[in-house]
T-cell receptor
Framework: NAGVTQTPKFRVLKTGQSMTLLCAQD?????MYWYRQDPGMGLRLIHY???????AKGEVPDGYNVSRLKKQNFLLGLESAAPSQTSVYFC?????????????FGPGTRLTVT | RKEVEQDPGPFNVPEGATVAFNCTYS??????FFWYRQDCRKEPKLLMS???SGNEDGRFTAQLNRASQYISLLIRDSKLSDSATYLC????????????FGAGTRLFVKA
């Protein structure tokens, strides 16, 4: 099993450009998440999904959109990149169990917006 | 006040030392608790879940105090390989799903 994979690993964008980050998991997890991690701050949830075809906003959703057309994939889109979106983006997934929700993370995407 | 707060660190300890991390959470509706480990420029990985009765995994012991709303992680006999950032994570159901990560505490174990 590959677990959680993310593409691309690195990207540099210019302000105003758009891009899509792809997350894939092969563990048959129901829940998937997108986080961003900035220096000195904890991971912050951007959007999440509790199942195929459903998405919900997290703590910092502005400037991002997501889609979950297939259970194994969760896409994060930036329609018009801004320097404030320079960050490391992590995707994660978990089973939809009550109580404990251990999350499995992908390796991250380092995005720089100039 | 942050919903999850951790010791600011960094902690610099010699090999063999015992080190303790504390984490406080503000929402009493918090349901499940974890410690994750994150190596430099890598993704977070689950270290251990934290149960009300306390739990141990080798050199690592986690404890939860619901009354005082804090969790702790104790590392005994520190190894060089324990050097990493330790993240406190709290899950809660308050009108919807919510996971809050602490900012992390950096640990350096020196020879």
């Amino acid at each position: 099993n590959a677990g959680v994979t993310q593409t691309p690993k690195f990207r540099v964008l210019k302000t105003g450009q758009s891009m899509t980050l792809l997350c894939a998991q092969d563990m048959n997890h129901e829940y998937m998440y997108w986080y961003r991690q900035d220096p000195g701050m904890g991971l912050r949830l951007i959007h999440y999904s509790v199942g195929e075809g459903t998405t919900a906003k997290g703590e910092v959703p502005d400037g991002y959109n997501v889609s979950r057309l297939k259970k194994q994939n969760f896409l994060l889109g930036l329609e018009s990149a801004a320097p404030s979106q320079t960050s490391v983006y992590f995707c994660a997934s978990s089973f939809s169990t009550t109580g404990n929700w251990e999350q499995y993370f992908g390796p991250g995407t380092r995005l720089t917006v100039t | 006040r942050k919903e999850v707060e951790q010791d600011p660190g960094p902690f610099n300890v010699p090999e063999g030392a015992t080190v303790a991390f504390n984490c406080t959470y503000s929402n009493s509706a918090s349901q499940s608790f974890f410690w994750y480990r994150q190596d430099c420029r890598k993704e977070p990985k689950l270290l251990m879940s934290v149960y009300s009765s306390g739990n141990e995994d080798g050199r690592f012991t986690a404890q939860l105090n619901r009354a005082s709303q804090y969790i702790s992680l104790l590392i005994r006999d520190s190894k060089l390989s324990d050097s990493a950032t330790y993240l406190c994570v709290v899950n809660m159901l308050t009108g919807g799903f919510k996971t809050i990560f602490g900012a992390g505490t950096r640990l350096f174990v020196k020879a």
